[in-house]
């Protein structure tokens, strides 16, 4: 029986995320149904992150066992000609017994695209957020810093959270104004909780609008209070960037 890790990139756009769920699209669905029409085994793929719906990923890793004797290169090849346009397995390769996608990974970083702009973006609806108002990134990415350090982050999550304990340990955030009018918020933690990076970036907007400043987005964080914090962001301006194991 082989471990094998995949490295996946998708386009999140109509999917219901990462996860398999009853009666609904998922990648993990797509990627296990030609993974048995190519081993003729039953495969289950395990993810390093649950992406929402919407979500994209440049570096989604995933894991799963197989006894089928299909060379990697074969396999990675017949996977990227049957599986839809908009996913793609980059790497596909063996891996230690005990490698397993989520609980080996050691952090992960995600970035968040907002169009800023008064007039709404067309060919990068499907991977940003349009706001409209101008916003100081001077002020979001001082807010933004904030964030490194271990902090409980009850005030960024959804009310339904899948872990029991809300406290993370940020390494990385801030905020960098690209070309084109686009911000870019990066984060790099040990983990995340449900919507955390959306509501984070949410709350940063109210930040760059002038509704908060860096010290109320401080309080914010230290009341663990989501009624105090922003809305959460919608989910197309999100990307899984990578998955560090060392």
């Known amino acids: 029986m082989k471990n094998l890790r995949m490295i996946i990139e998708y386009d999140g756009t109509g999917y219901y995320g990462w996860q398999r769920q ?28 649950r992406t929402d719906a919407g979500v994209h990923a440049l570096q989604q890793v995933a894991h799963f066992r197989t006894s089928s004797r299909i060379p990697e290169r074969n396999l990675l090849m017949g996977l990227n000609s049957l599986i839809p346009g908009n996913i793609v397995v980059r790497d596909l390769a063996e891996v230690s017994d005990d490698f397993h996608a989520r609980y080996s990974a050691k952090s992960k970083t995600y970035f968040y695209r907002i169009y800023n702009s008064p007039v709404r973006a067309a060919l990068q609806r499907n991977y940003c957020w349009c706001v409209f108002r101008l916003l100081d990134a001077g002020r979001m990415g001082e807010a933004a810093s904030v964030l ?29 104004r690209e070309e084109g009018s686009f911000l870019k918020f990066t984060i790099e933690a040990n983990g995340f909780l449900r919507h955390m990076v959306r509501t984070i970036v949410g709350t940063l907007v109210e930040v760059g609008k002038g509704r908060f400043t860096p010290m109320d987005f401080r309080e914010i964080l230290e009341s663990r209070d989501r009624a105090r914090a922003g809305v959460t962001a919608p989910p197309q301006g999100l990307f899984l960037a990578g998955v560090k194991y060392e």
Do not use: M, N, W
């Open 148 to 176: 490194t350090g271990v902090h409980d982050f009850t005030a960024f999550c959804s009310a339904r959270r899948e872990t029991k304990s809300p406290v993370r340990e940020v390494y990385t955030a801030r905020v960098e």
């Open 22 to 49: 009853r009666g609904d699209i998922t990648i993990q669905q797509v990627l296990e149904e030609i993974l048995q029409k190519i081993t003729g085994e039953k495969v289950t793929l395990h993810g390093s992150s």
